[in-house]
């Protein structure tokens, strides 16, 4: 099904003016000075040359060798060969005019094994690239963890294992000695709700388990490894912040039955606050028990006195990625919005704002940066992309509806900068502003790549429909 420019029924609506706009001709919506015009990457989905230059295994190399696991049968052994064309992906993002790159730096090419021994030659991949960023004056978005944990320390007893915190915050201070002179912005971890969802209750991402108690371990885990990373940085004294990333899924009733509206308070806990409240509030959410029992229990279990203290470290911004809402009914989930090509998204421009205003008014109004947002190309889009952009359109528009209201929003990251290895969907689903020939690796820019362009350059969106140039 393709995207439409979607209605916010019972939302804040995403067009709301305020100080910081001007409205010219056709609409036109100015962002604050400032304002961090990027796209995302994550490592293992680009980058390819997965055995080269000592870089150890991880847990995704070993999933998706495993039949079954990936739906066209792939894997990311050369992806978009970022590794070896960096100097030529970095040229195509100067070129597009972007000014904030989030990528992520594998953990098994700095630590083959995870711990010990750093591979200099990975890490030398970083140094380079956070240099080419520099040159072209890009501003370095660096995520320490986007699912790459190394297979030795999986062996080992991965995320489910309470020493993970300690192997994350030695790695994370080796990349943080290696690299935070030239690094603005530091993310912790990538979306501890799917890590903790797909790779621990579903099994369908790596390290593909379905054990809803450990997965409650992990997410107590992942939350220590957070703490301590921020911890880890703050000691190095190196320049640039630190936050977490997080995806957020705004839940709404179905209808307005007692029922559709518990099931949606429980649904906000397993979507939302049980990752926003113990890292900015220090505590795990009031109803958590009835939201997900099993998960509780693991967390309890994983939990020792002190813990929440070190995962409530004071992070400087908050990571938002945000594909769409969560609609509850009594029985469940419900489809009420635009599906997208992913299957699993629904395209809600609003729900956007409705997330990134909570943080202002119910966190503390943290820095907030979008970390994620993107759709993948509707069936038969290829170069032109109409659809990504008025996606990108209606989100930016969301973007500054909440600004306008006070959300102290600094940045926007598009997913994704190419299209990539897209987890178990393999090379099904096309993400890129940019589109990659996996046969030849050429990159040739969408229609939505030379949109964002001319957006970042006006640093303003226009409401009116965009008629993206062939
Ligand atoms: C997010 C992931 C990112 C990408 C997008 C589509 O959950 O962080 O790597 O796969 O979904």
């Known amino acids: 099904m393709g995207i439409s420019s979607s209605a916010c029924t019972g939302t804040e609506q995403p067009r709301t003016r305020g100080t910081t706009a001007t409205d010219g001709p056709g609409g036109l919506v100015r962002f604050p000075a400032e304002f961090a015009w990027g796209v995302a990457t994550s490592a293992f989905q680009v980058e390819g040359a997965t055995r080269a230059d000592g870089r150890g295994r991880s847990i995704w190399d070993t999933f998706a060798a495993q039949p079954g696991t990936i739906v066209d049968g792939s894997n ?42 750093v591979n200099a030659k990975g890490l030398g991949f970083y140094d380079r690239l956070v240099d080419g960023l520099a040159a072209r004056g890009i501003k370095a978005v660096a995520t320490l963890y986007h699912w790459d944990l190394p297979q030795a320390l999986e062996d080992a007893g991965g995320w489910e294992r309470r020493d993970s915190a300690d192997w994350f915050a030695d790695y994370s201070a080796v990349a943080v000695r290696a690299l935070g002179d030239r690094v603005d912005r530091w993310v912790t971890v990538n979306e501890a709700k799917i890590i903790a969802r797909e790779g621990y209750q579903t099994g369908r991402f790596a390290p593909g388990k379905s054990d809803r108690v450990a997965s409650g371990r992990v997410i107590h885990h992942l939350g220590l490894a957070h703490g301590r990373a921020v911890q880890a940085f703050r000691a190095s004294g190196a320049r640039g912040t630190i936050g977490p990333c997080v995806q957020l899924a705004p839940c709404y009733p179905a209808d307005d039955s007692a029922e559709a509206r518990r099931a949606t308070e429980l649904a906000d806990v397993t979507e939302n606050t049980l990752y926003l409240d113990p890292v900015l509030r220090g505590s795990y959410p009031r109803g958590l028990a009835d939201a997900d029992r099993e998960v509780a229990v693991g967390i309890r279990a994983a939990s020792r006195d002190g813990d929440l203290d ?3 470290a004071p992070v400087d911004f908050v990571g938002v990625n945000y594909y769409g809402p969560q609609v509850v009914g009594g029985s469940g989930p419900v ?17 956007l704002t409705d997330v990134l205003l909570r943080l202002h008014r119910d966190y503390g109004s943290p820095e907030v940066v979008v970390t994620e947002n993107g759709v993948p190309d509707a069936p038969g889009e290829d170069l032109h992309d109409a659809s990504r952009t008025i996606f990108l359109r209606d989100h930016l528009l969301a973007v500054h509806g909440a600004i306008a209201k006070g959300a102290k929003v600094k940045g926007f990251h598009a997913w994704a900068l190419m299209d990539d290895f897209e987890w178990a969907f393999g090379y099904t689903q096309r993400w890129g502003l940019v589109h990659v020939d996996f046969e030849t690796l050429q990159r040739t820019p969408k229609d939505s790549a030379r949109w964002y362009q001319r957006v970042a350059a006006a640093n303003a969106v226009s409401s009116a429909t965009p008629s993206p140039r062939r």
């Open 310 to 312: 070190v995962i409530s």
């Open 76 to 117: 990311a052994d050369r992806a978009c060969d970022h590794y070896r064309l960096v100097e030529r992906d970095l040229d195509l993002m100067r070129s597009l005019g972007v000014r904030s790159y989030r990528f992520s730096v594998a953990w098994p090419r700095v630590l083959s094994e995870g711990r010990g021994a």
């Open 335 to 351: 489809t009420r919005y635009p599906l997208s090509s992913a299957g699993w998204q629904q395209v809600h421009p609003g729900g």
